[in-house]
């Protein structure tokens, strides 16, 4: 008679726990009530403990003239924080920081994705700031072209060519690989509101840019009558962060803030703090899209081969609900969870490989339990065994089933057979890293 499954996963814990230690993970987490634009990063980031020195030394690896910065500790509405200020040579300092996120008439050399990339690659910055540097201005890019429908190399770009913006993106890059945190968190996006003077034309806020790069990502508005997040400012948040929350569940270590150029009724500030957590305590949450239509004249062979193409590009599950509809006519819903990112692949093998005519989809927050996989030997060959924890607590694990699948069709034996072996090897301490 076998143990049973609480014995077996009893037994599991014992032996995790043996070599097991509890992580204490570093978070930085950007507190966005004002929202973010690249110089009130910059000054969070100095103001938290990054080496100013170490920051303009780093940012003098660029080939990149025609500007200082400058670096002080200051007021805004009784707040004090760090401000930092791209002066550009060839524009008055007064007006250099005047909307400077936004007020594309004040950069006069413009530069296109292609060139940027040039002067970051031929840099001596570290590969993992050059890599992030580069991520971060290509998804500035990815939404201009898309605003203007043009390739990206043939739109010369007033906001990403400016120095300024160059300093802001490639310093921030710069700061995270000095901070090194374990995790990266950030509170929703804090838009403002009323309108902002673009290249084109005046705009709601946020801007175009902004508002595409945003997309998918936790926003609200209206604390101010401004622009309280910049296409920049945007485009950092979405390239950095692992995780969006307003719940603070970690230990506050240091607290930083960067200053922007304008006054609000609200702090003009970005709060950023320095905290610990322990990693084994916490579920990982995430916004995931729900796409999903009704089908009901559709040959259910074809089944198969769709599920396979959604897990393809990205579908993290897809599953089949049985449903009436009009007339009493059985049908079903198929529904694709995924990332944000993966949505519009997710739409196009439902209009191309389904007969259905349209999809529905809405945002749902996935919560998802700690994980670790381990592996057994048995006589036939490893096996994986996942384990997934609960407040330290292990709730549940099992051995893979494509591994045992494996097994069972090499042995020529029953599956229920190798799943039996599995946990009496178990028991028996074979667990392995």
């Given amino acids: ?128 700031v050059k890599k992030l540097s580069i991520q971060i201005f290509t998804r500035i890019a990815d939404a201009e072209a898309k605003i203007h429908q043009k390739p990206v190399n043939e739109i010369h770009f007033h906001e990403i060519g400016a120095i300024d913006s160059i300093v802001d993106i490639v310093g921030a890059a710069i700061c995270i690989d000095y901070l090194s945190p374990d995790i990266i968190m950030a509170t929703s996006i804090e838009l403002g509101g009323g309108f902002v003077e673009c290249a084109h034309g005046t705009f709601p806020v946020p801007a175009p840019a902004t508002t595409e790069i945003l997309k998918g990502l936790p926003v609200k508005s209206g604390a101010v009558m401004h622009e309280t997040t910049t296409p920049t400012g945007a485009a950092i948040l979405a390239s950095i962060v692992n995780e969006f929350t307003d719940k603070i569940n970690f230990t506050i270590e240091k607290t930083g803030y960067g200053l922007g150029h304008k006054d609000f009724d609200i702090p003009n500030v970005l709060r950023v703090y320095i905290g610990k957590t322990d990693d084994a305590n916490d579920t990982k949450s995430n916004i995931s899209l729900i796409v999903e239509c009704n089908i009901d004249d559709m040959n259910p062979e074809l089944y198969d081969y769709i599920f396979d193409s959604l897990f393809r590009v990205g579908a993290n599950d897809v599953f089949i609900t049985p449903i009436i509809m009009k007339k009493s006519r059985p049908a079903v819903t198929l529904s694709v969870l995924c990332n944000v990112e993966t949505e519009h692949k997710i739409e196009k093998i439902l209009f191309e490989e389904t007969s259905t005519l349209g999809v529905r989809k809405y945002k749902v927050e996935k919560t998802m339990l700690e994980r670790k996989m381990t592996s057994i030997d048995t006589p036939y060959g490893k096996v994986k065994i996942k384990s997934a924890f609960y407040n330290r607590r292990l709730i549940k694990s099992k051995p893979e089933y494509e591994d045992c699948l494996r097994i069972a069709k090499e042995r020529q034996m029953p599956i229920s057979e190798v799943y039996n072996m599995v946990n009496e090897l178990l028991l028996k301490g074979k667990l392995a890293k």
């Fill in 1 to 128: 008679m076998y143990h049973s499954e609480l014995s077996v996963n009893c037994l599991i814990l014992a032996l995790l726990l043996t070599n097991l230690s509890i992580t204490v993970m570093e978070v930085l987490y950007y507190d966005c009530f004002a929202g973010i634009s690249g110089d009130m990063n910059l000054g969070a980031m100095i103001d938290i403990g990054v080496d100013k020195d170490y920051l303009v030394k780093e940012l003098g690896k660029l080939s990149v003239s025609g500007f200082n910065i400058s670096i002080s500790k200051e007021l805004k509405n009784g707040i004090s924080g760090t401000i930092v200020s791209v002066n550009l040579k060839e524009i008055n300092n007064t007006n250099a920081h005047t909307g400077r996120s936004h007020d594309h008439n004040q950069h006069r050399e413009h530069r296109n994705l292609e060139d940027i990339v040039k002067i970051i690659s031929s840099s001596k910055l570290s590969e993992y």
